[in-house]
């Protein structure tokens, strides 16, 4: 190791000139990190946490998009039209066949629609027989309810209402049972008419354990139903 001050040779373990006593220079000289070796460490796993963190935020943010997505598809409904009448009903129901055990009003009563989903069935049905066109509605609703408890079934309540668009509806809730498959089943009926003086039924049930549920369809019927 060479002094720096007189140029004398030392040692390589000395740490001072054997000749003049200067400290030698590696001993002297202050340690110094480097660029290039600790710094793009520490920059590389700034990059890593960052990069991290935003996997995590758009992770979060389809999960919220998905997630409203399905809620749109289990809460949202469709609207059905059939000459002036017009309602909203879930979209989990889709258009079938009215199956044959469906209690409807008799003969005087034409079938015009039958919407089914997995635990319930929505059946629209329209007056044709000419000799009830001077029926009142509460009439009718009582005649619906004969043919109810002609089938053993009976009559919980019977209502005449004014929905939010102003349509009048008298209506009641049945009890029965399916004869097919001897399964209690509750009904919740609506008897209205239009400005033409069609009287239209429109009849929601299903399993009497899933009632619940098919008040909430007969009531998202009854607030959006409107006539012309």
């Not at 995590?56 to 919220?64: E, K, P």
């Not at 399905?70 to 989990?92: K, L, M, R």
């Not at 509806?169 to 498959?181: K, M, N, Q, R």
């Amino acid at each position: 190791m060479k002094c720096s001050n007189c140029g004398t040779e030392n040692p390589e373990d000395s740490q001072f000139c054997t000749e003049c006593g200067n400290k030698l220079e590696r001993f002297n000289r202050p340690v110094n990190v480097e660029k290039g070796t600790v710094q793009p460490k520490k920059s590389n796993r700034n990059k890593i946490i960052i990069g991290g963190i935003v996997v995590v935020i758009v992770l979060i943010f389809v999960g919220i998009i998905l997630a409203g997505s399905n809620n749109s598809v289990a809460t949202g409904n469709s609207t059905y039209n059939i000459n002036d009448v017009s309602f909203s009903y879930p979209n989990s129901f889709v258009n079938a066949s009215a199956p044959s055990s469906i209690i409807s009003g008799g003969s005087t009563w034409q079938q015009s629609g039958f919407l089914l989903d997995n635990n319930s069935g929505i059946n629209i049905q329209i007056q044709t027989n000419p000799n009830t066109a001077g029926y009142t509605l509460q009439e009718l609703i009582l005649a619906d309810e004969a043919s109810v408890k002609q089938n053993n079934g009976s009559v919980l309540s019977t209502t005449n209402t004014t929905n939010p668009n102003g349509v009048v509806v008298a209506g009641d809730i049945e009890t029965l049972t399916d004869p097919t498959s001897n399964t209690p089943l509750r009904y919740y009926d609506m008897i209205f008419s239009d400005s033409k003086g069609t009287v239209y039924s429109i009849s929601v049930y299903g399993d009497d354990s899933d009632n619940t549920q098919i008040q909430q369809v007969q009531q998202t019927i009854f607030n959006s139903l409107k006539v012309s």
